[in-house]
């Protein structure tokens, strides 16, 4: 299986980041032998994946990076990098090599000091592989002083360093790193596309399947999560029954204050399973004999580590948020969709009678001025507004 083949629906991009990896492979093969490389060479030093959530950005940066370790003896026989199976695939796909570093981050936002980490470890040359790869799959969560580290490594790489930055849009980096980067866009997978990798990798039930990925609007990860886990529907169709009970303002601050605690359970349920984990890997790292105290000029780590896993909480409740948000405004769409006469598929077509029944009671001017409530209120957490105080002006607006 090439490296490839996990970009579902992607064959354009696919074929171009195929096209720069056969390049990249020629570069170093004529490097070594101590002859030019390719004149007209379609490899660069750092790239831009962007994309809407699900498209897969991190996997086409991850395949990329695989693709530019590939060490497969067909090379020489004519064969493209990227097969999938070599040393140098394999432990690229799953985070083992050398040379592949890849970033992503648990907290909201990447600071300074992480930053300078990386760029000291981009100027290293590779240890065992072609080309020393630093994959950072959240370039928009770096602060504005961590992109002017990074901009600077990206100006003057090191001979044999590619950058991989993924982020939602080109609006996400800052204007003097993108200006430096080959930008690929990925699109919205098909539904159907998802609904097979589902059903081929997963095993998921074909019903199953094209029921989660129409649901979540070819978003990959959302839908084999909403496939194979119970809670995950449960919360799904709690948000769906949230524009039938904002009739009054009562109801609406009720339906705010579940949300927020819905938020707040899933991030409780997250530090559960890590952060007990982390504490006593940290602990025993430190020396702390089972059960005993810590040794003395420690507190100071752990403290550290207690603000690290407390932002992350932070995140991973707004994460939690947004995403009842987005499922809150395909529902909005779906009732557009009906009001207009539209031909195009529902995405929620479980609750069909619940979205006939709001299209019927109001009109279209009026659901698209709800569907700005939930894009207001997506735009009032990323400001850091206090979340509770978000979501009950979005339903104060979203009252009949």
Request: include cysteine.
């Amino acid at each position: 299986m090439a490296v490839w083949d996990d970009l579902v629906g992607q064959e354009r991009l696919a074929e171009q980041l195929a096209a720069a990896a056969r390049d990249a492979d020629a570069l170093v093969t004529a490097q070594a032998a101590g002859e030019p490389g390719p004149e007209a060479s379609k490899m660069t030093h750092a790239w831009l994946f962007t994309g809407p959530p699900g498209s897969g950005r991190a996997t086409a940066a991850r395949a990329f990076a695989a693709a530019l370790q590939c060490v497969s003896p067909d090379r020489a026989l004519g064969g493209a990098p990227g097969c999938g199976f070599c040393d140098g695939c394999h432990t690229a796909l799953v985070g083992t090599h050398a040379d592949v570093e890849v970033v992503r981050t648990d907290l909201l936002s990447i600071g300074v000091k992480e930053t300078r980490d990386l760029v000291r470890r981009a100027q290293l040359s590779p240890a065992v592989g072609r080309w020393q790869v630093i994959v950072l799959e959240d370039a928009d969560r770096l602060t504005e002083g961590a992109g002017n580290v990074l901009l600077k490594a990206v100006e003057e790489p090191a001979p044999r360093t590619v950058w991989l930055l993924c982020a939602p849009s080109l609006e996400d980096v800052l204007p003097t790193i993108r200006s430096r980067c080959r930008h690929v866009s990925l699109r919205t997978p098909p539904v159907a596309a998802v609904a097979d990798v589902l059903v081929r990798r997963d095993g998921i039930e074909p019903q199953a399947a094209q029921d989660a990925a129409r649901a979540t609007q070819g978003h990959i990860d959302r839908a084999r999560r909403l496939a194979t886990d119970e809670r995950a529907r449960a919360r799904r169709a709690t948000v769906l029954k949230l524009p039938q009970r904002v009739e009054d303002v009562g109801g609406g601050l009720r339906a705010a204050q579940e949300l927020i605690d819905a938020a707040a359970e899933d991030a409780q349920q997250v530090a559960e399973e890590i952060d007990a984990k982390e504490t006593e890997e940290l602990k025993a790292a430190l020396g702390a004999a089972q059960g005993g105290r810590m040794p003395r000029g420690t507190a100071g780590v752990m403290k550290e580590l207690e603000e690290r896993q407390k932002r992350r909480r932070t995140r991973t409740q707004r994460d939690s948020l947004d995403l009842a948000l987005t499922d809150l405004t395909g529902f909005y769409r779906d009732v557009l969709a009906i009001q207009l006469g539209a031909r195009t598929p529902l995405a929620n077509e479980d609750v069909r009678d619940a979205l006939e029944r709001i299209a019927r009671g109001t009109t279209p001017e009026r659901t698209l001025r709800r569907i700005e409530a939930v894009l207001a209120c997506r735009e009032a957490l990323d400001r850091n507004v206090a979340p509770l105080l978000a979501v009950e002006a979005m339903t104060m607006e979203l009252r009949g």
